[in-house]
């Protein structure tokens, strides 16, 4: 448990930070004819993932700062002084738009895990090889689990009534006629009929 700690600690802290201690130490030895900005790209990423929104706006911040820091440290002269202003704040948003991606993809990530968990309450799935356990006690690989042509549609009571043109399980289609059970009435061909 505590290797796993101290391996996360690593990935989501010290690689990144060793990332932008050696993009910036390559940008100041390589000088200004080479551009290394896209790898301060995978801290911000890195930050971003695990971190959030803090993670995000700090790693931004300094990804930017760096940038300019060793571009001023080589001592390139632009014909124009806001030239490097310019430049910078166009590095900043390129930073600004990974995070974001990064953020809006963690969270789509995260969503299909809780709907995943939220799947695995309502079956017996094993945690092992991922097998669900049938209705009949019989336990299938998730390989085998196909839906059947001849299954049969399952809808609720509200989707069923609301769908009007529903397919029967024949492969015909009915204008509502769909057999259902509904407080003691019967639906029949689209017409009704009270069971007493």
Same mark, same amino acid.
């Given at each position: @448990?505590?290797?796993? +700690? &101290? %391996?996360?600690?690593f ?8 990332i932008?201690v050696g993009?910036f130490?390559a940008?100041?030895h390589?000088?200004y004819?080479v551009s290394?900005?896209? &790898?301060?790209?995978l801290?911000?990423?890195a930050?971003s993932?695990t /971190?959030?929104?803090p993670?995000?706006?700090? %790693?931004v ?8 820091a060793g571009?001023?440290? !080589?001592g390139y002269?632009?014909s124009?002084a806001?030239?490097?202003y ?8 390129v ?9 809006l993809?963690?969270?789509?990530v995260?969503?299909?895990?809780q709907?995943?968990?939220a799947m695995?309450?309502? &079956? ?7 097998s @669900?356990?049938? %209705? #009949?006690? /019989? ?5 085998? &689990?196909t839906?059947p042509?001849?299954r049969p549609?399952c809808?609720?009571?509200r989707?069923?009534a %609301?769908?009007? #043109?529903?397919? +029967?399980?024949d492969?015909?289609?009915?204008d509502g006629?769909r /057999? !259902?059970?509904?407080?003691g009435?019967? +639906?029949? #061909?689209?017409?009704?009929k009270?069971?007493?």
């Amino acid at each position: @448990m505590r290797l796993l +700690t &101290l %391996s996360r600690v690593f990935m989501s802290l010290v690689l990144p930070m060793a990332i932008f201690v050696g993009t910036f130490c390559a940008q100041i030895h390589l000088g200004y004819e080479v551009s290394l900005f896209p &790898l301060y790209m995978l801290p911000v990423a890195a930050f971003s993932w695990t /971190k959030g929104v803090p993670g995000a706006v700090f %790693s931004v911040l300094l990804a930017t700062g760096l940038w300019y820091a060793g571009n001023v440290y !080589t001592g390139y002269t632009y014909s124009q002084a806001w030239v490097i202003y310019y430049n910078t704040a166009a590095r900043g948003v390129v930073f600004v738009m990974v995070a974001v991606f990064i953020i809006l993809f963690n969270r789509v990530v995260e969503q299909h895990r809780q709907r995943m968990e939220a799947m695995r309450a309502l &079956l017996n799935v094993c945690h092992g090889c991922g097998s @669900m356990q049938g %209705s #009949d006690g /019989k336990w299938i690989s998730f390989d085998q &689990l196909t839906v059947p042509k001849s299954r049969p549609i399952c809808e609720c009571p509200r989707c069923a009534a %609301s769908a009007g #043109d529903v397919k +029967t399980d024949d492969g015909g289609r009915t204008d509502g006629g769909r /057999k !259902t059970e509904d407080g003691g009435r019967k +639906t029949e #061909d689209g017409g009704r009929k009270t069971e007493d």
